[in-house]
């Protein structure tokens, strides 16, 4: 099992944290909204993290009156901003990299090219 040292709820228990039927749950894992997690014995078992999902699940149903397709659909282009701007970071951290090394290659360079002239100024060395 992935989550390893992190607590898991049975259905009974997030049923009543979450103050709904056991069968919603079993409807939202039907639709493909949850995918709890399965004991050898088949019993379900949910993460914090499948929780705080439920709880948007809930959320975007009872406050803002989403319908399950719309759900689906709003918790799919959730997940796909949410790994754009995963990429959007890796290419941010790539390219302050490759700036910050370029910067300190050109700044190793130029100095090499730069020599006191007898007068104080700086010339460029000729090669």
Same mark, same amino acid.
């Given at each position: 099992m992935a989550n390893k040292g992190k607590p898991l709820f049975m259905i009974s228990v997030v049923s009543e944290?979450? *103050?709904i039927h056991p069968q919603t749950l079993r409807l939202?894992?039907?639709? *493909?909204l949850?995918?709890? $997690?399965r004991t050898e014995g088949n019993t379900r078992l949910y993460s914090e993290e499948d929780i705080e999902r439920l709880r948007t699940i809930l959320s975007l149903t009872r406050d803002l009156g989403v319908n399950l397709a719309g759900v689906e659909v709003i918790l799919s282009m959730r997940e796909k901003m949410e790994k754009m701007q995963q990429v959007m970071i890796e290419m941010m951290n790539y390219i302050q990299y490759h700036m910050a090394k370029e910067a300190e290659e050109?700044?190793?360079? $130029?100095s090499s090219f730069l020599v006191k002239a007898s007068k104080g100024g700086i010339v460029k060395a000729e090669d």
């Open positions: 944290m979450l *103050g939202y894992e039907r639709e *493909g949850i995918v709890p $997690s050109a700044k190793k360079n $130029s």
